[in-house]
Every structure is written in structure tokens, then in C-alpha cells.
């Protein structure tokens, strides 16, 4: 059973549309040949195998994409060539050179141009509905493929679509960019500050007087081959990053990243005699100080982890503890998850202060730290002063005084502390519990968002930033925080 | 009337320039010293097809000889083998190449077959990817429960085990479509290249990297 076309037909598009480029400019001989069998070859592979990553391995083993860009380059060179030489017939012709270099960089800004109104247009005509229905029909076809796989009947994938443009439907209504990426395609491609300095040296090239070595000499003393090499994109680029990194907050390191990344862009920029970063130089260094920070991060993340608030961390553990001795607790996740919800209650009451305890002694085991430790490490200061910590202060200081003492194995939590858990836990209280300003790094990531992509650009691409929790708690103040000192 | 001859010479001359006092392109200013003396060295411009052979093709040599030494020595520094290699490859290819789209052909290939090694090294990850499970298994197999849980907590721990060993299998599957002779070997992990990822100290990766090499049989 050959690859699947939806699989297929994007990988080889690219070969196909570049040898047809080749063939409407009349290109001709070995390479050309050489192209035309490497590509047969990839499509002769994708009908004989059923296995995308065999596929792919087959690929690599023989070469296949490597021979085409091999042929392709050569054919390109073999032109380019014999374009010089016919040059060069009948004496140096330096308007002629210089002529040619001007129509090259021309033709390179249609061609990006091109490129890019084809990208723009590509994501305004996006239709979910259509892909979709592409996406369904895929399933269908490779779940027939599969020996004892489901299979979905005309009938089913049909209903199934139809649900799927209801849904979509009703998601466009209330973000209708939702499936619409076309502002921010065209913001991030926007071929402005590449096409520019290639203006520059059409511009250049098209002075009254200008020569061809004059041409070749002013570009590069003038940086304008680096700047159409996108120089002054990358360094936008840089400083997205750090705006970026600072939005996100994820930990410190991201930031120090962005951070050093665009003063190593000034400092090679400086120290370049033609005043742009060489890239070799750029590329190399910018790696080292990513390898700089990989351990640091690898480190911050797993402390983060062991103690959270989110992914069964420490202090989720000992909230669910507390949680599941509410009478509520089986009809809420993860109990109400289970088979049997009442047991899996008794479940968490009953293993989890010995499921801490070993999470405990993990953390001291790898990074010397106490439970009281948590408080004062890095990883849960930021989380503070960043807020993605998900509990208050209030609700965290009720956690360490008031119901860590009691989590130890084979302890239960106390009938007094069970009724002050349930009305915490009550809809008919107020919400202590939820980080007042939990919403913030989403308001922040809105507004770096908005900032960018225009004012409304978020909502309306990922909805509305609702605050369905309604905390009363007061807001974190770290200097007042005991356990933080 | 333009002077071109003259011209040729001052575009020469700031080419020689591009790569003065740069320790990094030595090989490139040499060979841009060269073809601008070449240059230098004409009285007429049609002399210098003549002298100039293939002056430009040494240009492009050395351009790319420079720039896969700075490659090569960033990643001898931070010890990355498979990478490294693939400037090996280049550097002693281009002693070789007549043109240059032999030595295009040549940073491909060599780039190309790196790419395969570098992939097969990088999913010798897995560990890394267990960490985390890794502790489920201690947490599962340690944590002070009533007995009456005991057994359900096994057989969590066995059902971990089972999955790391499913995964193990999964990846030599996948990684033998591409590579036959492909195994896992976890303790490719200490080396520097994987080790930045692993947040703990060396005791412990190590006590852990025993743990796993023995669930997964390897």
C-alpha cells in the first residue's frame, strides 16, 4: 500500500516544482536527467512503501534528496557558466556584467515578492472546512490500511465531518481568526527589510558611472552583501526574542539567552569593519551560549517540577490530599476519572503522605533540599514574582502550617482541618485558594501578543482572556511571606 | 572614460581587506592576497583571465576551509564527535576538489551522511526521557502504604518498566529503518554532549543510568 498523497504529494512538491522550474527555462543534459531520475526514484519509493519513517530511512540510505540538489546545483552552475563565457566573448563588456548582477537582484526581489503574496494568499484562503474534510479522509484511508483497524464508513467520516464544521463554526463566531494566520504570516515574512538593501544595490548598480568592479567593491564596503543576507532582520529577530522570553517568564535563563544573544550581535557588529556580524562567527557563538545554559535550565526545570503546583508536583500532592477528604471529591478529576471514584478517594487519602514523603526525600537526595527549602529557592521566588505559582499566599502558608504537619504515612488529616478543606473547597465561599493574579502571564503574553500582531489580534485568534475563577485572596507580597525569608 | 584596470585593483584590494586581522580566515585572506596580486600584477585587464586560473576556485576553497576549521573547533570544544566529523570530512575532502561544485558536492554528502549520525547518536536519549519515570518507579516501589496497596503499586511499577522497555524497542525498530545496525546504549548519555541535559549530579546519573540499563536489558 503506497504513502498516503496528503503525506506524500507536500514532501515531493518542492523537487517536482524546482524541476519544472529547470524544464520551462529550457534546461537540458545529464544534471537535468540526473534530477528527473532521483525524483522518479522518491516517487517509485512512495508507492512501494506503506511506512512513512521506513520510507524516509530508504530515502536517506540511497541519497535520493542529496543526488537532486547535487544535479540541481550543477545544472545551475553549468548555466551560470555558460552565461560567462558567452560574456566574455568578443572582449570585456562591463555594462553587460554589470547589467546582469542588476537583473539578478531584480529578479530576486520578484522572486521574494513572489514568494511571499503566495504565502499571504495562501494562509487568507486557508479553509478549515477543507482541511478538515482532507484530514478525515486520511484517517479513513490509513485506518483501512491497518490489520484490525478501526474502519469508518462512508456514512461515519460524512457525520464526522459535519460535526467537525459545526464545531469550527461555532469557534470562528467567538475568535474569528481562530484559523486565520494571515496577519501574522505576513508580519513575521514581511520581505521589507530584506528587499531593501537589494533596492539599495539595484540603486547602486543603476548610478550613472557606476562600473562593475565599482558595483562589487561599494556592496561589500557599504555591508550592503551582508545586509541582503539579512542582517538587519536578524537582529530584529534578537530583539523579538528577548521581548518574547520576557512575556513567557518561563526562568531566568530564556531571558539571560535572548539577552546575551543581541549583545553579542552589537558586539560583532562592531568589531566587523563593515559593521555587521560575520555569520559564521555569529551562528557559532550564539550556539555556545546555548550550551552555556542547558544544564542550568535542565536543572531549574526538574526542581520546578518536583515541587509544583501543576504536574503532580509537592504541593499539588498535599492540595489533592487535603481536597480528597471533601465530601465532594468524588465527583471532581482526577476521582471522578476512576472506575470506582469513591475508592480512588480513599486511594489518595491513604498513599499519598507516603507518596510525598518519597518526593520529599528525592528532592533532598538530588538538590539538598527541605520541604521549608521550597520557599526560599529560585525556582518558586520567580514563580511568585512571575505569577504562574497557581496557589496564594494565603492558600500556601494554609498548606505548609496546616496540612503538610498532618501528611505523613499512615496519618489521616484531622476532622477539623477536613471542615476548614470543605469550606475552602465551597462554592458558597469565597475563592482563598486561586493566585489572585493568575491570569497575569496569559495578560502578559496578550499584550506582547497585541503589541506585535495589532491591538485585538490575541482575542481574536485565541479568545477572550476570561477570569472564570474570581480569586479573593490577596495578592502575593513575598517580603511578608515567612517561609520565603 | 572609466579605468577599469584600476578599478579591478582598488575591488581586489578591499577583498584582501574583508579578511585582514581576522585569525578566523587566515586561509581566506591568503588566497584573497593572492588573486588581488594577481591582479595587481596586470598592465592590461585581458591579462588577467590568464593569470588569474583558477585563483577563484582557491578563494572559495579557502572560504570554506576557514569557515569549517571555526566549526570544527567549536565543536571539539564542546565535544561533539559526529559534528566534528562532518568538518573532518570537508576539510580533508577539499585537498581534493578541482572545482567549485566538487566541493559543494563534497559539504552535501558529507553533511548529508553527518545528519544520519547525528540523528542516530541524539536518540540515544531515551534515559534522559525516563528521568522522570525513573522516579515514578522509586517513588512507587519505596513509598511507606498499607499493604493492601502493595501489590496495586507493583504492579504500576511493572507497568513503567513494561512501557520503557516497549520504548526501547520502538526506537531500535525506527532507528534500524535508517541505521541496521542501530542499538540502544544508554550510557552514551555521559557523554557531554547529552550529559548537559540531565539535571543531576554525576553519583546520581550514574546510579540512575544502572537502573534503566538493567529494566531495558542493555
Not at chain 1, 294 to 323: M, P, V
Not at chain 1, 384 to 396: I, L
Not at chain 2, 18 to 23: F, Q, T, V
Not at chain 2, 173 to 194: G, V
Amino acid at each position: 500500500m503506497p504513502i498516503d498523497s496528503f503525506m506524500l504529494d507536500p514532501m515531493l512538491k518542492t523537487y517536482k516544482d524546482m524541476l519544472q522550474q529547470c524544464i520551462d527555462d529550457g534546461s537540458e543534459g545529464e544534471h537535468l536527467i540526473g534530477m528527473e531520475t532521483a525524483l522518479k526514484r522518491m516517487e517509485d519509493l512512495g508507492q512501494e512503501h506503506s511506512d512513512i519513517a521506513a520510507y524516509m530511512g530508504i530515502l536517506m540510505q540511497e541519497d535520493l534528496q542529496a543526488k537532486f540538489s547535487d544535479h540541481y546545483g550543477k545544472l545551475i552552475a553549468a548555466t551560470s557558466k555558460t552565461q560567462s563565457d558567452s560574456n566574455s566573448e568578443g572582449g570585456y563588456d562591463d555594462a553587460s556584467m554589470l547589467q546582469q548582477s542588476v537583473n539578478a537582484l531584480k529578479g530576486a526581489i520578484k522572486s521574494i515578492q513572489d514568494n511571499f503574496d503566495s504565502m499571504v494568499a495562501g494562509a487568507k484562503s486557508y479553509d478549515p472546512h477543507e482541511n478538515i474534510d482532507a484530514e478525515m479522509e486520511f484517517a479513513q484511508r490509513h485506518l483501512a490500511a491497518q490489520q484490525g483497524g478501526m474502519q469508518l464508513t462512508d456514512e461515519q467520516v460524512a457525520q464526522m465531518k459535519s460535526e467537525s464544521h459545526t464545531n469550527i463554526d461555532k469557534e470562528i463566531e467567538e475568535k474569528p481568526a481562530a484559523y486565520d494566520s494571515s496577519v501574522e504570516i505576513e508580519l513575521i515574512n514581511d520581505p521589507t527589510a530584506i528587499i531593501k538593501p537589494i533596492q539599495e544595490l539595484i540603486d547602486l548598480g543603476e548610478q550613472e558611472g557606476m562600473s562593475y568592479p565599482k558595483f562589487l567593491r561599494l556592496q561589500m564596503e557599504r555591508g550592503l552583501d551582508k545586509a541582503m543576507e539579512g542582517n538587519g532582520v536578524i537582529r530584529e529577530a534578537k530583539v523579538e526574542n528577548i521581548k518574547q522570553a520576557k512575556a513567557s517568564a518561563i526562568n531566568p535563563y530564556n531571558i539571560a539567552i535572548a539577552e546575551e544573544e543581541l549583545s553579542l550581535f552589537d558586539e560583532l557588529a562592531a568589531e566587523n569593519k563593515f559593521g555587521c556580524p560575520n555569520p559564521k562567527e555569529l551562528s557559532l557563538k550564539t550556539n555556545s551560549i546555548e550550551r552555556k545554559y542547558a544544564n542550568k535550565i535542565a536543572i531549574w526545570e526538574d526542581i520546578e517540577e518536583r515541587w509544583g503546583s501543576i504536574n503532580f508536583g509537592i504541593l499539588e500532592d498535599l492540595n489533592h490530599w487535603a481536597i480528597s477528604y471533601c465530601k465532594h471529591a468524588p465527583f471532581i478529576k482526577p476521582w471522578s476519572l476512576a472506575k470506582d471514584p469513591k475508592k480512588a478517594v480513599i486511594n489518595t487519602q491513604d498513599t499519598q503522605p507516603g507518596i510525598i514523603k518519597e518526593k520529599l526525600r528525592l528532592l533532598k537526595k538530588y538538590y539538598g533540599l527541605e520541604f521549608e527549602d521550597i520557599f526560599k529557592h529560585p525556582t518558586f521566588k520567580w514563580s511568585v514574582e512571575h505569577f504562574t505559582n497557581d496557589f496564594s499566599q494565603e492558600y500556601t502558608t494554609y498548606l505548609i502550617e496546616k496540612i503538610y504537619p498532618h501528611c505523613k504515612p499512615f496519618s489521616h488529616l484531622p476532622s477539623e482541618q477536613i471542615a476548614e478543606q470543605e469550606k475552602i473547597e465551597s462554592k458558597d465561599t469565597p475563592d482563598i485558594k486561586t493566585n489572585p493574579e493568575y491570569l497575569k502571564p496569559l495578560i502578559n503574553q496578550k499584550e506582547y501578543y497585541d503589541s506585535r500582531f495589532g491591538e485585538g489580534r490575541f482575542e481574536s485568534k485565541y479568545g477572550k482572556v476570561k477570569n472564570e475563577l474570581d480569586p479573593k485572596a490577596e495578592v502575593w507580597n513575598l517580603s511578608s511571606f515567612r517561609y520565603s525569608q | 572614460m572609466i579605468d577599469y584596470l584600476s578599478e579591478y585593483k582598488e575591488y581586489y584590494k578591499s577583498r584582501e581587506l574583508r579578511y585582514a586581522d581576522n585569525p578566523n580566515y587566515k586561509n581566506s585572506y591568503e588566497a584573497e592576497v593572492n588573486i588581488s596580486a594577481a591582479m595587481n600584477s596586470c598592465n592590461e585587464l585581458d591579462e588577467f583571465q590568464e593569470k588569474v586560473g583558477n585563483l577563484p576556485d582557491k578563494c572559495a576553497f579557502a572560504l570554506m576551509k576557514d569557515e569549517y576549521l571555526m566549526e570544527q573547533k567549536h565543536f571539539e570544544k564542546h565535544e561533539e564527535p559526529f559534528r566534528k566529523l562532518i568538518c573532518d570530512r570537508v576539510i580533508e575532502g577539499l585537498n581534493s576538489c578541482n572545482n567549485v561544485q566538487d566541493a559543494i558536492t563534497l559539504a552535501l554528502d558529507a553533511n548529508n551522511e553527518g545528519s544520519m549520525a547525528i540523528n542516530a547518536d541524539e536518540a540515544q536519549r531515551e534515559f534522559i526521557y525516563n528521568l522522570r519515570e525513573l522516579d515514578k518507579i522509586e517513588i512507587y516501589s519505596n513509598a511507606e502504604i498499607p499493604e493492601k496497596y502493595k501489590s496495586e503499586f507493583a504492579a504500576s511499577v511493572q507497568e513503567i518498566k513494561d512501557k520503557m522497555v516497549e520504548g526501547m524497542n520502538r526506537q531500535e525498530s525506527d532507528n534500524r529503518k535508517f541505521n541496521p545496525d542501530w542499538t540502544e546504549k544508554p550510557e552514551t548519555c555521559l557523554e557531554r554532549r547529552h550529559r548537559r541535559l540531565i539535571p543531576l549530579n554525576d553519583e546520581h546519573t550514574k546510579e540512575q543510568l544502572s537502573i534503566y540499563k538493567s529494566i531495558i536489558n542493555r
